[in-house]
């Protein structure tokens, strides 16, 4: 980190002004003259990798596969523009002139081996300084400052090459591996350089900022649409002061607010209204082209998890950002201008633009939906806070208001009456939460004994079901062979069954390239080194590789429908059931859920071929993209790939069919939402989907209904259960629409009593819904949903007619034993929250409270103390009376029984204890 004032505003060193395009070709240029072979970049999001989510480095693209010489670099010496993502200066963006999320490094790399050096110190340097020179900056302005480096267990020496107080680039020689027991030199030795685009860029064109030089094209937009005074002596003047300070607090921003503003002659509170504007344009222009790359890279849905979360954070601090501005512009807008600029050097951005648009417009509705809802969470956390006697909402309230619900700081200080203090890096508190790659579900532990590995034969014929094979080992139940068919579990795949002799195999996995069987039986009747006879259960291993096939065909219609930013998140298949689940922002509606059916069953019916093959990871890259990822990241220098001619291709070490009708018909069974951004889709294929049609029949008759399979679907996506579950959930709603028509009728006859007014809601709901199946479904859902809206709403305004009634009996009409005055009452229909509430918001000191509450058949006993009775013994004594029970303390107690004799017992018990 420099520290000192930059010095090339308003006087750039360079020859010519350049873009970002401009700067871009003549790097790349520069290097391929100097025997470098230019690659494309990768994609944004890390897919090659399980550890990061995003690629942070032109280096992170050689990680760790070329770095531990399991596979050989694409080129060697290379050279590329690699867009990158940080998270960790996410709150400085705007503010220090230079940070951003979203940036592009230039990079030339070579990886020196024992067989091949390339070149390293010497010959790095003399490059780069070429470079400069050639851009026309003179040799006394440039520097180069010595330093150690050390990044994902990682180290060596390197340069730091400052030019005009900017560091422009960092020249890093990666020769040692950090271990505990300290650093070992590494096999390969690498020249891992990076030099900052756009610096590079803002050091050519003199700006005030990084900002003004590499968003013009945008910033002239924006600026056109808000009434605020540029001053450029003062957006300069802080860019300068800013290069000497390592601004990562907010002390250090008022320092450098403060130092600014004794320059200028201003103040601070002066100074910061006129470039509070700015930043939060900055902000915009970074967080859109950042969210332009994320979301065109594929596989992101802005949501609360994994990379998700991240998009989301970018959409909600420039929704933010445009709010402060006052800034009428929709985001889509701004975005859609980002792809425009970008489209002639990023061709695939015109590909997926609609797709691209589409997610900002879902993601900002939610976002509309949720300040809506974030007043009542933010007055309910209020009145909490209060209670306890707070008058502050603290950073860790600030931190579970927006990962629980979404809610930025600066809207939770505009809804909160209390104090709400915004720190200054909440925005990297949160990220740094959500940076860290949860590892994923471990296998099982298995120990085995000392043997060589199994010779895997399921990959050369998945069609054998008989073999002979010569026992190795068996120990604590299973089997180990010399080579196998049988599949172990993996991938999201069951394992086979079958018979090894007569002992029936029951689990197959893998435990590093040994495959153990585990079998049922009396092992004493096979030994080591025996030959036995095999054979695999067919009917279960041909269903799961339809399953296993069908899951590929599924995730390329659903791609096709829904748009490239579908990417599996996870997939199982059984014997009776395939589940997918995909990256999407919304619920699958029943016409795309059809149309990916339709899809999926043409490329079935097309007769298509599937080509299984071993490939060279990098050539497998190079051939299909990352896309071939689906699964998530895959090991080893060579990868199976699975490619259904024409449709989709994806690493995967799974059975498939040689050919897509071998699959039979697929039918989707059901959709479903089942986490923020992630919709899953369950399906059957082969002799399962028979079994399905059959049991389909059956539920017709049983619901006594003859209805297509498509309507069965609509009923089902109505209630949200699987078609299966439909009997028993019809019956529940049924049988509740009755339960609460008669809680209503009830509630209604209190409120008379209460009011002396008449209420019939109850009277709309005569008998249930008929007619129609689909209609008359879907009305029996929305009339249950009324009705238990209606009786919320109820038991609200019984409760406030209650605690007023409570209210003035504690005042005029209440016993009085031993100085305490009590009240009884009756009430119907409420809950066990109203009724707390109702007792705490009455009973004063020196008081005592019972309410029974009568609930179709049962009654709730509350009993509330402030007084020398004991809550519990009372609710006790009443609750045993209804043949119940109590629990609680001396001040508060719940209890209940049945309804039928509450009003006699009460004056029983009135009898027997004066009350």
């Known amino acids: 980190m420099t520290c000192e004032e930059y010095s090339f505003i308003g006087d750039s060193p360079m020859r010519r002004r350049l873009t970002l395009s401009e700067m871009r070709e003549f790097y790349l240029s520069f290097f391929e003259k100097n025997g470098h072979t ?178 013009d094209y945008l910033l002239s937009e924006l600026k056109r649409e808000i009434d605020v005074e540029e001053d450029e002596e003062i957006l300069s003047e802080y860019s300068r002061l800013a290069g000497m300070m390592n601004v990562e607090s907010k002390a250090d921003l008022n320092k450098l607010r403060r130092g600014v503003a004794d320059r200028i002659g201003i103040s601070v509170d002066k100074l910061i209204e006129k470039i509070s504007p700015f930043e939060d344009l900055y902000a915009v222009c970074d967080h859109t082209r950042a969210l332009m790359f994320m979301l065109n890279d594929g596989g992101i849905v802005p949501s609360n998890v994994k990379a998700g979360y991240f998009a989301r954070l ?168 010399d080579k196998t068919y049988f599949y172990p579990e993996g991938g999201g795949q069951e394992p086979d069954f079958g018979k090894i002799d007569s002992l029936s195999v029951i689990d197959v996995q893998r435990v590093g390239n040994v495959i153990i069987h585990k079998v049922r039986g009396d092992l004493g009747r096979i030994r080591e080194n025996d030959l036995v006879e095999c054979e695999i259960d067919w009917d279960r291993r041909l269903q799961l590789t339809q399953h296993h096939t069908a899951t590929h065909i599924i995730n390329g219609a659903a791609r096709r429908i829904l748009g490239n930013h579908i990417w599996q998140t996870g997939a199982h298949k059984s014997e009776e059931l395939g589940r997918l689940d995909l990256t999407h922002h919304s619920r699958i509606s029943e016409g795309e859920r059809e149309e990916i059916e339709r899809l999926a069953n043409e490329v079935v019916s097309e007769k298509r071929k599937i080509n299984i093959g071993v490939m060279d990871r990098g050539r497998a890259e190079k051939m299909y993209g990352f896309r071939i990822y689906q699964g998530g990241a895959v090991p080893g220098k060579d990868i199976r790939i699975v490619d259904i001619e024409g449709w989709d291709v994806e690493a995967c070490g799974g059975t498939h069919l040689k050919n897509t009708s071998e699959v039979g018909r697929i039918e989707i069974v059901d959709t479903k939402r089942i986490q923020d951004g992630v919709v899953r889709i369950e399906f059957k294929a082969g002799k399962a989907l028979e079994r399905y049609a059959e049991g389909q029949k059956e539920l017709m008759e049983r619901l006594n209904i003859e209805v297509p399979k498509e309507d069965l679907q609509k009923i089902s996506s109505t209630f949200s259960v699987s078609v299966e579950q439909l009997p028993k959930t019809i019956e529940r709603f049924r049988r509740e629409w009755k339960q609460q028509v008669r809680e209503l009728k009830n509630m209604e006859g209190m409120l008379s009593n209460l009011t002396g007014e008449r209420y019939k809601f109850s009277d709309r709901y005569k008998e249930l819904p008929s007619g129609d199946p689909v209609r008359a479904y879907e009305q029996l859902f929305g009339e249950w949903k009324s009705q238990r809206k209606e009786i919320k709403r109820l038991k609200k305004k019984i409760q406030e007619i209650l605690t007023e009634k409570l209210n003035e009996r504690f005042r005029s009409d209440f016993i009085e034993k031993k100085g305490v005055r009590i009240v009884k009452e009756i009430s119907v229909g409420l809950d066990v929250k109203n009724l707390i509430e109702m007792a705490k918001s009455t009973v004063k000191e020196n008081s005592l409270l019972i309410i029974a509450n009568k609930i179709d058949k049962r009654a709730n006993i509350l009993v509330y103390s402030r007084s020398r009775f004991n809550a519990e013994g009372i609710a006790k004594d009443l609750s045993k009376r209804l043949g119940g029970g109590a629990h609680g303390n001396r001040n508060l107690a719940i209890g209940g029984g049945s309804s039928n004799r509450i009003e006699k017992i009460l004056r029983e018990f009135e009898v027997e204890n004066g009350f």
């Open 38 to 215: 230019r690659i494309s970049r990768y994609p944004i999001i890390a897919r090659w990798r399980d550890d990061i989510f995003f690629t942070i480095a032109s280096i992170s693209c050689f990680q760790p596969w070329v770095l531990n010489q399991t596979i050989d670099p694409p080129a060697n010496p290379l050279v590329m523009s690699q867009p990158c993502l940080r998270f960790n200066d996410i709150d400085n963006v705007g503010k220090t002139g230079r940070h951003l999320t979203e940036f592009e490094m230039m990079a030339h790399h070579a990886f020196n081996t024992g067989d091949r050096s390339v070149y390293f110190k010497d010959r790095t340097v003399e490059l780069c300084h070429s470079l400069l020179l050639e851009l026309g900056i003179k040799p006394e302005e440039i520097n180069y400052l010595e330093a150690e480096w050390s990044g994902g267990g990682n180290s060596g020496p390197c340069f730091e090459v400052v030019v005009g107080g900017v560091e422009l680039a960092t020249l890093v020689f990666m020769m040692y591996e950090d271990t505990p027991a300290g650093k070992r030199e590494m096999e390969m030795q690498v020249v891992d350089t990076g030099y900052g685009l756009e610096r590079f860029v803002w050091l050519s064109r003199g700006t005030p900022n990084t900002y003004e030089a590499i968003f």
């Open 314 to 481: 970018l959409v909600r601090r420039a929704l933010r950002s445009l709010k402060a501005l006052d800034l009428k512009t929709p985001l889509r807008d701004i975005l859609s201008l980002q792809i425009e600029h970008f489209k002639d050097d990023f061709p695939e951005l015109m590909e997926n633009r609609d797709d691209i648009l589409a997610l900002i417009d879902v993601e900002e509705k939610k976002y509309e939906r949720t300040i809506i809802r974030g007043r009542n969470i933010i007055s309910k956390l209020d009145e909490g806070l209060k209670k306890e006697g707070r008058d502050t909402i603290s950073i860790k309230d600030l931190i579970h208001l927006y990962d629980s619900h979404g809610l930025v700081p600066e809207i939770v200080s505009e809804f909160s009456g209390l104090r709400v203090e915004i720190p200054d890096d909440f925005y990297i508190r949160v990220a740094s939460i959500h940076e860290k790659v949860e590892e994923g579900e471990k296998a099982r532990e298995i120990d085995i004994p000392e043997v060589r590995e199994t010779e895997l034969k399921f990959y050369e014929d998945s069609y054998v079901k008989k073999f002979k094979a010569r026992v190795l080992k068996k120990f604590d139940g299973y089997i180990i062979l």
